[in-house]
């Protein structure tokens, strides 16, 4: 897999998790198993993405951002022909092609980065 495809998931992830920790019940676990205040993990976690972010390429980043303020799911598979974002069929080219998830690409339909699943 492309090494910025990989980060693009990676940044995903942190995310969610992000977005999860912001939920009540996950604060009491974080601050009660882990011993860490929910704001600490809350900055640890935007750190990491910012500074991941900011190890992108200026285009893919600019791309991400822009893809990022409208949607929540960024980076989404294409299973069977179709993007799972926006749920459009992509070109069988696309969904062919022998190099598969080696270079970066995203969909014609919603903008989102792609990953190939077989």
């Known amino acids: 897999m ?3 495809l990989e980060t693009l998931l990676e940044i995903q992830d ?11 019940n996950s604060r009491e ?11 600490d993990a809350l900055r640890m976690l ?3 993405i910012a500074e991941m972010e900011e190890s992108l390429p200026v285009q893919v980043r ?4 822009r893809v990022a303020a409208r949607q929540t ?8 022909g179709t993007c799972y974002g926006c ?8 969904a062919s092609d022998a190099d598969r998830n080696e270079e970066i690409r ?5 903008g989102r980065f792609l990953y190939l699943i077989d």
């Not at 942190?14 to 009540?24: A, S």
């Not at 974080?30 to 704001?39: A, C, D, H, K, Y």
């Open 106 to 110: 995203s969909c014609q339909s919603c």
């Open 2 to 4: 492309h090494p910025q």
């Open 62 to 65: 600019t791309r991400y951002r």
């Open 14 to 24: 942190l995310k969610t998790q992000r977005r999860e920790l912001g939920e009540d």
């Open 73 to 80: 799911r960024v980076v989404v598979p294409v299973i069977r």
């Open 87 to 94: 749920f459009v069929q992509i070109p069988t080219a696309l």
């Open 29 to 39: 676990v974080q601050e009660g198993v882990f011993g860490l205040s929910t704001e």
């Open 46 to 48: 935007d750190d990491k």
